[in-house]
């Protein structure tokens, strides 16, 4: 497990579901890039869910990680 998969996974399961911009932020506040940020969360394999769309634009996209099986 990579230092950022680490740290997306810790900080999703104390957040759970939480705003991608409120992740990306704090996540590049650690010194993580764009890049190491998108691949830990395709390996950990965490969740996109959105609130609303109105007039066919999505207002807010939040990430969490999938139930363990």
Do not use: H
Not at 28 to 46: D, I
Not at 54 to 67: A, C, S, V
């Amino acid at each position: 497990m990579t230092t950022c998969e680490k740290w997306l996974f810790d900080f999703l399961t104390s957040q759970g579901l939480t705003c991608c911009d409120y992740v990306r932020k704090r996540a590049f506040e650690q010194g993580f890039t764009r890049k190491e940020l998108k691949l830990a969360r395709k390996t950990l394999g965490v969740k996109c869910w959105n609130d609303s769309v109105i007039n066919g634009e999505t207002l807010n996209w939040f990430w969490y990680l999938p139930e363990p099986e």
